[in-house]
């Protein structure tokens, strides 16, 4: 089928330029020649590069509305995929936690819902992948579940996590300043202090435990700190084979970052710190922040502000992290604010997500490559709104607003 968008404002690699766009056989077939086949007038619009998303864990909404209320994982997953399609995401990587923790990030309920993905693949409407957000205190299962996920159709990456780590952390010390995990200068809270059973309350909740069984599983898994490093030597190797991209999660020091580059995992995903960040672009490193955090004007958590980021050279790929929408939202809160140019900014939540995983074939409307287009409705000003997605040339989505 040949579609050829009129009238746009397309979003070229570099540049901003009115043209017609012909796509034909899934990938886009021309720029800026006469119209052929289908014609959608996008007068108006623009028609920019679909979204890809590295990083995003708001399908568990979906399959955990409430607290430990569970929904039928394939409901969740058709919902998920369909909510995608809307906010403009052609390419999504599900951040599916394998972790220690029962309950909403088990491992089991993680391999559950790889499985679902993979079954429902041709129901779904826009590229739906995952990333292993590896716990990397959870062992025996979890590795299984990695292998097995490597060697399934959905080309998954690895996220190197340690919130154990995190949450075993001094009670003077906060997450941004926490030494490297596997360094003498790391130091740790009691397990027999008060204030762990706070800090942890939450955790318990999600859990679906008491907080006195929460504490006694975490006593037996800190345990585990002296195999760990073995353990994502062996994780980072079965990825490099696999030749999947691999991500460390939340780094504080240079020290962290030159860790797991050594392993192969070449992007930092929201570093924490800028002597992280600067450790990342030293060695060229890919730099990933969470869009939500660019979206709301900062860190909900203290941490490095996206902003500043963008504008210091020191961000390639923005991830929804939590939120969807907070892709499109956090390109126009900095679009406002002057951040970067637009073409710049659009990049952030295309070209830069898409080569950071090895996609070379998406992210820029190049002629020849796959024709993952969005059309935005954004008013100067206002707040722009998807219109429609197209999926190597595919509807995945079209809205058509009442005005």
């Known amino acids: 089928m040949t579609v050829t968008f009129e009238g746009a404002t397309v979003y070229l690699p570099g540049q901003i330029a009115e043209a017609s766009v012909t796509v034909a056989d899934g990938k886009i077939a021309e720029i800026g020649a006469q119209t052929q086949g289908e014609v959608i007038d996008a007068t108006g619009l623009i028609l920019a590069p679909a979204l890809v998303d590295v990083h995003g864990d708001a399908f568990e909404r979906q399959l955990m509305p409430r607290p430990n209320t569970y929904f039928p994982t394939d409901v969740a997953v058709l ?26 990030r088990a491992v089991e309920r993680g391999r559950a819902l790889i499985q679902a993905l993979i079954d429902l693949a041709p129901r779904l409407t826009v590229e739906n992948r995952v990333q292993l957000r590896w716990e990397t205190f959870s ?8 292998k ?66 929460y504490l006694a599983l975490l006593r037996k898994v800190w ?32 020290e962290t970052r030159a860790y797991f580059r050594s ?20 060695n060229g490193d890919t730099i990933i922040f969470g869009a939500p955090n660019g979206a709301r004007g900062g860190s909900h958590i203290g941490s490095l502000g996206v902003g500043d980021m963008v504008e210091a050279g020191l961000c390639d790929a923005l991830a929804s992290d939590y939120f969807y929408p907070s892709m499109l939202a956090a390109v126009a809160k900095m679009d406002l604010e002057k951040r970067a140019d637009r073409s710049t900014l659009w990049s952030l939540v295309s070209d830069g997500p898409a080569r950071s995983m090895g996609l070379t074939d998406r992210g820029h409307l190049v002629t020849g ?28 989505y079209q809205g058509t607003p009442l005005g």
């Open 79 to 104: 919902d998920t995929d369909r909510q995608l399609a809307a906010n403009g995401i052609a390419t999504a990587y599900h951040a599916i936690t394998l972790g220690w923790e029962p309950g909403l």
């Open 263 to 282: 392993l192969g995992a070449t992007a930092a995903e929201f570093p924490m710190v800028i002597e992280a960040a600067e450790a990342a672009r030293a």
């Open 139 to 146: 062992f025996d299962e979890a590795f299984e579940t990695i």
């Open 223 to 254: 345990d585990r700190r002296g195999d760990v490093p073995d353990t994502i030597a062996q994780v980072a190797e079965a990825g490099k084979t696999a030749g999947a991209p691999m991500l460390s999660h939340d780094d504080t020091r240079a």
């Open 369 to 396: 490559k796959r024709a993952d287009l969005v059309l935005v409705d954004w008013p100067e000003g206002g707040t722009p709104a998807v219109q429609g997605t197209w999926v190597a040339g595919r509807c995945a």
């Open 148 to 213: 097995w996920a490597l060697q399934a159709p959905l080309t998954p990456s690895i996220a190197f996590n340690d919130h154990t780590s995190m949450t075993m952390r001094a009670f003077d010390t906060s997450m941004q300043d926490r030494a490297f995990e596997h360094s003498p200068d790391f130091t740790t809270a009691s397990l027999d202090d008060d204030r762990l059973r706070q800090r942890t309350a939450g955790h318990a909740k999600r859990s679906g435990m008491d907080e006195d069984s």
